[in-house]
T-cell receptor
Framework: ETGVTQTPRHLVMGMTNKKSLKCEQH?????MYWYKQSAKKPLELMFV???????ENNSVPSRFSPECPNSSHLFLHLHTLQPEDSALYLC??????????????FGPGTRLTVT | SQQGEEDPQALSIQEGENATMNCSYK?????LQWYRQNSGRGLVHLIL?????REKHSGRLRVTLDTSKKSSSLLITASRAADTASYFC???????????FGTGTSLTVIP
């Protein structure tokens, strides 16, 4: 897990707050991902970035805003969230996007609670 | 949906026994991967099997893939208490770089 770090590890925020989640990978990868993991549900892919460019947005509400300033850093900006957004948010990276078989390396996640 | 679906949802065994979990999916894939997740933590990659492979081994792990049945199985032999975790299969789409995960199998190994 030390290859991909996430901060903060836990976050409690009110529905009117604005906060950001940070992800950093030290593996030299070119693709980064945000996932949402809720209880009893499959892991949901939210966003994909390849070489800093967003390539996937799986119908994520606009209250989630990703930012990828470079291939090593990924942010998820949060504003006016709803209680149902409470979940574990996982960041992942992979060596190369698209073609070929590759594995994803996950960070430890940020446990988000919206009150 | 193309996501993998694991079966059973929960499995409890004694240390030393073998654990088998299954994954089914709906459309053709390039690769299938298995991941492990300890409680409240990130996922850790275990093994990848390509669509043209039928079986793969890694230590105490054995993965099979049957593309005609669109299913895969993960066997953990001689289980240990440290194997207690949730196990997920992930399938990829033929194009793009999206993975589809299921809800996982929660494995408990009793010492």
């Amino acid at each position: 897990e030390t290859g991909v770090t996430q901060t903060p590890r836990h976050l409690v925020m009110g529905m009117t707050n604005k906060k950001s989640l940070k992800c950093e990978q030290h593996l030299g990868h070119n693709a980064m991902y945000w996932y949402k993991q809720s209880a009893k549900k499959p892991l949901e892919l939210m966003f994909v970035y390849n070489f800093k460019e967003q390539t996937e947005n799986n119908s994520v509400p606009s209250r989630f805003s990703p930012e990828c300033p470079n291939s090593s850093h990924l942010f998820l900006h949060l504003h006016t969230l709803q209680p149902e957004d409470s979940a574990l948010y996982l960041c992942a990276s992979s060596p190369r996007p698209g073609q070929g078989a590759y594995e994803q390396y996950f960070g430890p996640g940020t446990r988000l609670t919206v009150t | 949906s193309q996501q993998g679906e694991e079966d059973p949802q929960a499995l409890s065994i004694q240390e030393g026994e073998n654990a088998t979990m299954n994954c089914s999916y709906k459309t053709s894939i390039n690769n299938l991967q298995w991941y492990r997740q300890n409680s409240g933590r990130g996922l850790v990659h275990l093994i990848l099997i390509r669509s043209n492979e039928r079986e793969k081994h890694s230590g105490r792990l054995r993965v099979t893939l049957d593309t005609s049945k669109k299913s895969s199985s993960l066997l953990i032999t001689a289980s240990r208490a440290a194997d207690t975790a949730s196990y997920f299969c992930a399938t990829d789409r033929n194009t793009g770089n999206q993975f589809y995960f299921g809800t996982g199998t929660s494995l408990t190994v009793i010492p």
